[in-house]
C-alpha cells in the first residue's frame, strides 16, 4: 500500500515497493491528473476497502521515470502512459486515470452542487490569468467550484510542497464529502464519466461499487487523506 502517516504527512512510496508484488484483494489504485496550458499536475489514489482506508498521494510533475519527467511522458504518451510511468516509479498496479482540465474540474464541482469543506493552511492572494483577484484566508473554508480551479492554477505557494500535494489534498476532501453512505454512487461515476477524460466503464464501477458502498459507510467525513511522494 501507499502508507499514510496523516494528513499531509510525508510519504516514501518506495520504502514499501516490496510488499507490492501482489495487491490486497480489493485495493485499487487510481491516477488523477489535472492538465491544461503550462501546467500538469497528478495525485495517485489508492482505495483499500478492507481496510477503511483511501489515501491520495501528489506526485510532482518534475519526477522522473526512465530520463523523463511525467509531465514530458503525459505530453508525449498522453494519460495512459502517464498511468504506466506512475506504475512503474511506485512498484505499484495503477490501474486507472481520470483527467481534468481547470474547465473541467470546474465543471465537475459546479454540478456536484456543493461548496468543498477545506482547510487551507496559508493565504492564498494573487492574479489569475483572466485579471481577475483571488484572495483566500488561511482556515477553514466553504470552496466556491471558482476558489477550487483558483487553487489548482495558484503555483506561489509559501510552502512549495502545496503546489505538488493541492490535487490530492482537494481529492481527498471531495472524497470525505461525498463518498457518503446513502449517496448515489453511479451518478458520482455517471459526472466523472461525463465531464472528465477517463478510462474507467461501467464493468469497472460494477467490480468496485461494493468496495465503494463499505469505504462510503465507514467515512467519518475524515476517511480519505492525503500526502506527497518523495
Same mark, same amino acid.
Given at each position: ?26 485495493? #485499487? ?21 478492507? &481496510? ?7 506526485? #510532482? ?37 481520470? #483527467? ?100 474507467? &466503464? ?24 492525503? #500526502?506527497?511522494?518523495?
Amino acid at each position: 500500500t501507499l502508507g499514510f502517516g496523516g494528513s499531509d504527512d510525508s510519504t516514501n512510496v518506495s520504502d514499501h515497493a516490496d510488499n507490492h508484488n501482489v495487491s490486497l484483494p480489493g485495493t #485499487s489504485y487510481c491516477l488523477i491528473i489535472l492538465k491544461d496550458a503550462g501546467y500538469e499536475r497528478f495525485a495517485l489514489v489508492e482505495t483499500i476497502p478492507e &481496510r477503511e482506508a483511501i489515501t491520495a498521494v501528489g506526485i #510532482s510533475p518534475s519526477t522522473e521515470v526512465d530520463g523523463y519527467t511525467l509531465a514530458a511522458i503525459l505530453q508525449k504518451q498522453g494519460p495512459a502512459g502517464a498511468v504506466k510511468a506512475v506504475a512503474k516509479l511506485t512498484q505499484l498496479p495503477v490501474q486507472h486515470y481520470i #483527467s481534468f482540465s481547470v474547465a473541467t474540474a470546474e465543471e465537475l464541482f459546479t454540478k456536484l452542487g456543493e461548496n468543498l469543506n477545506f482547510t487551507l493552511d496559508e493565504n492564498v492572494s494573487y492574479t489569475d490569468d483572466n485579471g481577475a483577484t483571488v484572495n483566500l484566508e488561511a482556515g477553514q473554508l466553504r470552496l466556491t467550484p471558482k476558489h477550487i480551479t483558483a487553487l489548482l492554477q495558484h503555483q506561489n505557494w509559501l510552502n512549495p510542497a502545496r503546489y505538488d500535494t493541492m490535487v490530492a489534498a482537494l481529492t481527498a476532501a471531495t472524497l470525505n464529502q461525498h463518498l457518503k453512505e446513502g449517496r448515489a454512487l453511479k451518478g458520482y461515476f455517471e459526472l466523472i464519466t461525463n465531464t472528465a477524460t477517463t478510462d474507467l &466503464r461501467i464493468d469497472h464501477f460494477n467490480a468496485y461499487v461494493a468496495g465503494l458502498e463499505h469505504l462510503a459507510a465507514a467515512n467519518d467525513g475524515n476517511l480519505a487523506r492525503f #500526502s506527497n511522494y518523495h
